[in-house]
């Protein structure tokens, strides 16, 4: 009895009632879902059956040659895509980990969104080499397993050094998305019933925040995020260098791997961004996602974009530099050959747009900003496009030159990886608390 | 018998706790429980860093060992002479065993943890005892 | 260390150190080759490398830096000794292939204009950076970003201009941001070595100091090893002759470089990561100023690396430079109140204080 009395006063502190408020603004987010919320997951998940899976079935029917590749453009949109959601998904994890060890304050309204993204992407990417190898019944010749069939993996292939990479990937993220979530689930559990709460139970693996549990929890964390930064660098450099490993005028050169992480960082904000500004209206969750939060996220996002106007700037400078002249003549054609129109979208959407973010009033309106997250989004598909296409199209020999356009089962399948992201998103929106309740209570004082 | 206290704000926590430890009771013999990591806490029941760590740095040089050896034992067992590469390339083979640093080193971690932590708590799970969102500290006596 | 100087001094130290430099040269000549350019890029890296840290932790709302800030922002007077050096070096702007036969770009005459030009420019903006810095004024911040750009480029330009074109045509996108954080890195080692200047303090915002620049020299001594592990693998694996010879020259085992090239690496990363992983060591000023030494003597074999299989570099030339530098940065950063025209002790109670208290 002066137990419960005790735990009644406690509750009745300001800071804890400020605690509870996080808690109830954040689970309300997941109350019983309507209509329009399962209709939309229907539209979403609709366009994954239909777009992505049947159109995948039929070119694994017909063969891969359904689609637009050929010589010499031997990778396409499914190369393009590949990257793009790799791209993405490092930026999920920059937030939570790299902004981790930087102690960030406005981490704290994102990272559980932005982690999320991060695995839903992955696993977006990682559905691409597959798509792309034509006869994905053969992948698991990828990994190094002792066989009888002679087959050996190449670990000096840049091909293979991604298998390494994205499994890396895709294993640590999912890893720290759960572990961030192991004291949430307990919360949750909190507010649930019947088999909702035995399920969010066994997940929170019987977490009780006990001192024993706190303390190694925190080492686990500090681990994962200091593991986790490295791989955000290593990665994305492993997927640039897929490219820049082979001679192919315009891949061919040192600053992909810098350029292409902080590229990737760009895309992922403009992701981040995107995704959380109508989150945070549809939701209501103003009080715990506040603006400041979203202007340094836009100051990131015009950072990097600075970085990447950079790698342009320099590639483009010291290919005319080299006297080399199928360097610069890939960078010739690129502004104004047959695919002028993608280059100059990169580059309005990645440079020009961005600036924007100079002006404060911009930084802290989300209307604008979420217009000019769709122009990154825009625009760093159209950079993947152009460094993997135009630079195949457009080779030493003028006469192996060729272009390329995407054929209709790479078009669906690209639109229907959209719909498995938004879907397997919203269905995170419902069914998981999207904001780490724990980390914001830990602002209170 | 133990002694239970229950506080809404971090502060009346640690204050109280900093007294206790102070008036001579023995910090193993206080649980405390938080409904988020308290550092100060761990400062003042003089708690020693977790073991999860050489659970990661073990994880971590298996990984890299393992990236290493796996390439290099393989490429000279069964040469694959491929674009005029030597036989045992160390800046690929870095990257592999980069990779498998960071894996297991991760995956051990998480594995220490687990350990570590004795969860899942299957009795908790059972029981149903909740992760309240007030600080408490027991203290065992007797 | 060093000696107490005001801006007349100063001036007057600049200047006697660019006419030991110019009459060494021209006695050493041709002998001397790259060595006030090395000595050059060196000094004017770590003082712009310890400026844009500065920069860097303003815009992201840091506090830790404050303390240093003084200290560091009286590096910005080494800016005008590199200028100077630039100056007294245009003689050896021969070593450059493109000295006889020059482009419209990589001439004599421009390249001195737009380097000086450059000099001045950021000079002027890094003033007035760490003016506005020191005294905690409102528009530091967007000082910081002109600056932080300005960085960017000069060191780029330092990089491709100073360095890589010795080899023209050869060229590596990542070489000018690969000399920048090469400075950077300079920088961060710099500001640990100032921490001598202090070394008593034993307070709670020296420690966070110490612990931040630690920290800080651990994680961008690996970043400079992920630059130079990108250049490394794109080129050995491309496998293109015109590409590798640069690196061949400089790696390979059968060039007298061979030991001085894996010197590098080890003094660079391999010795700071293994020493900083333990959390004690990146708190303890003497093991973090030993690994700044190291760290520093590693990019000017860096440099001189660069340089070296290509031109000749004398080697006492370029140690007495060093040296004269060295005591010379000493004094500037010891001055750094009649320089900067600050009170001696603006360490912890800046005119600026922060919204938010934490």
């Not at chain 1, 987010?29 to 899976?53: E, H, I, K, N």
């Not at chain 1, 640590?172 to 969010?200: E, M, N």
């Not at chain 3, 060191?155 to 000399?179: D, Q």
């Amino acid at each position: 009895m002066a137990h419960d009395h005790a735990v009644a006063a406690a509750a009745a502190h300001p800071a804890s009632e400020k605690r509870l408020q996080i808690e109830r603004d954040v689970i309300s987010a997941m109350q019983r879902p309507g209509l329009v919320y399962w209709g939309l997951v229907g539209f979403f998940a609709t366009v994954f059956g239909v777009c992505l899976l049947g159109a995948w079935a039929y070119q694994i029917y017909k063969g891969i040659g359904v689609g637009g590749q050929m010589n010499p453009v031997g990778w396409g949109i499914y190369i393009v895509n590949f990257v793009f959601w790799v791209g993405i998904a490092h930026s999920g994890t920059l937030i939570s980990a790299v902004l981790f060890l930087f102690r960030s304050k406005f981490r704290s309204s994102f990272n559980r969104a932005a982690e999320a993204m991060t695995v839903i992407a992955v696993m977006c990417a990682g559905m691409y080499p597959l798509i792309h190898l034509g006869r994905v019944w053969y992948a698991f010749w990828l990994f190094p397993y002792p066989n009888q069939r002679l087959l050996w993996t190449n670990f000096k292939s840049p091909l293979e050094w991604d298998v390494f990479a994205i499994s890396t990937y895709l294993t640590i993220s999912v890893v720290f998305f759960y572990v961030g979530l192991i004291p949430d689930f307990a919360i949750v559990k909190r507010y649930t019933r019947g088999l909702r709460r035995h399920i969010y139970s066994a997940l929170s693996l019987g977490w009780v925040g006990s001192k024993q549990q706190w303390r190694n929890y925190n080492m686990l964390y500090a681990l994962l995020a200091g593991f986790a930064t490295p791989l955000v660098l290593s990665v994305h450099s492993v997927v640039s260098w897929d490219f820049a490993m082979g001679i192919v005028p315009g891949w061919h050169t040192t600053i992909f791997a810098p350029y292409f992480v902080a590229g990737a960082i760009f895309s992922g904000c403009g992701m981040v961004l995107t995704l959380c500004i109508p989150m945070r209206k549809l939701q209501k969750l103003e009080r715990v996602m506040p603006i400041d939060h979203f202007e340094k996220l836009a100051k990131t996002m015009l950072f990097t974009s600075m970085i990447v106007g950079y790698a342009y700037t320099v590639e483009f400078i010291l290919a005319y530099y080299s006297g080399n002249v199928y360097e610069f003549g890939v960078f010739k054609d690129r502004a104004i050959g047959h695919y002028k129109f993608a280059y100059w979208i990169m580059v309005f959407c990645n440079v020009v747009s961005p600036l924007a973010l100079f002006i404060k009033r911009v930084r802290r309106s989300l209307g604008a900003l979420f217009v000019i997250s769709i122009f990154v989004n825009i625009g760093m598909w159209f950079e993947r496009f152009v460094i993997i296409i135009q630079s195949l199209s457009h080779e030493f020999v003028p006469y192996a030159w060729g272009n390329y356009s995407p054929r209709w089962p790479e078009v669906s399948i690209m639109i229907g990886t959209f719909g498995f992201f938004f879907m397997m998103f919203l269905l995170f929106a419902k069914f998981l608390p999207v904001v780490a309740i724990t980390e914001k209570k830990e602002e209170v004082h | 018998m133990s002694e239970r206290l229950v506080f809404g704000s971090e502060h009346d926590f640690l204050h109280k706790l900093e007294e206790l430890v102070k008036s001579g009771v023995n910090p193993r013999d206080i649980e405390i429980f938080a409904p988020h990591p308290v550092h100060k806490a761990e400062e003042i029941l003089e708690m020693k860093p977790s073991f999860v760590r050489t659970f990661a740095l073990i994880g971590g040089l298996t990984g890299a060992a393992t990236g290493y050896l796996l390439t290099s034992l393989t490429a000279l067992d069964w040469p694959l002479p491929v674009g005029n590469k030597p036989i045992v390339g160390i800046p690929p083979y870095t990257i592999i065993a980069f990779e498998l640093m960071v894996l297991f080193g991760g995956l051990s971690a998480f594995l220490g943890f687990i350990v570590t932590s004795r969860m899942p708590a299957i009795r908790t799970i059972i029981s149903q005892d909740e992760f309240r969102d007030t600080f408490e500290i027991h203290v065992r006596k007797g | 260390m060093g000696i107490r100087l005001n801006p007349m001094r100063w001036l007057l130290a600049s200047v006697i150190v660019a006419a030991i430099a110019f009459g060494a040269d021209r006695v050493l000549e041709p002998a001397a080759g790259g060595a006030i350019t090395i000595a050059a890029a060196l000094f004017i890296g770590l003082a712009e490398g310890a400026i844009c840290l500065m920069a860097g932790a303003e815009i992201s709302d840091g506090h830790w830096h404050r303390p240093l800030l003084p200290r560091a922002a009286s590096l910005v007077y080494v800016i005008p000794v590199g200028a100077l050096l630039f100056l007294v070096n245009i003689p050896q702007l021969s070593i450059y292939p493109w000295a006889e036969d020059p482009s419209g770009w990589l001439s004599k005459g421009p390249f001195i204009a737009r380097h000086v030009a450059l000099f001045a420019l950021v000079f002027a903006v890094a003033r007035k950076f760490v003016g506005e810095a020191v005294r905690g004024a409102q528009r530091t911040r967007f000082w910081a970003v002109i600056y932080v750009i300005l960085f960017v480029a000069h060191l780029s330009m330092i990089g491709i201009e100073w360095f890589m074109t010795i080899e023209r045509p050869w060229f590596s996108t990542l070489f000018g941001a690969f000399v920048m954080v090469s400075a950077f890195l300079s920088g961060i080692c710099a500001l640990s070595l100032t921490v001598f200047s202090w070394r008593r303090r034993t307070d709670a915002p020296s420690k966070l100091v110490q612990k931040s620049l630690g920290g800080l020299m651990f994680g961008f001594a690996t970043f400079w090893a992920y630059f130079y592990f990108s250049q490394l693998i794109v080129i050995w694996y491309g496998n293109i002759p015109e590409e590798t010879m640069y690196l061949a020259k400089r790696i390979g085992y059968h060039t007298p470089y061979w030991l001085p090239a894996r010197l590098i690496f080890g003094m660079i990363w391999v010795t700071p990561f293994f020493v900083l992983l333990r959390r004690k060591n990146k708190t303890l000023a003497p093991v973090t100023s030993t690994l700044a030494v190291i760290v520093l003597s590693g990019v000017t074999m860096l440099f001189w690396i660069m340089l070296a299989p290509v031109v000749p570099v004398s080697i006492p030339l370029l140690v007495l430079l060093i040296a004269l530098l060295t005591f010379l940065t000493a004094s500037i950063v010891r001055s750094y109140d009649l320089l900067l025209r600050v009170p001696a002790e603006v360490v912890h109670e800046p005119a600026h204080q922060p919204a938010h208290s934490h």
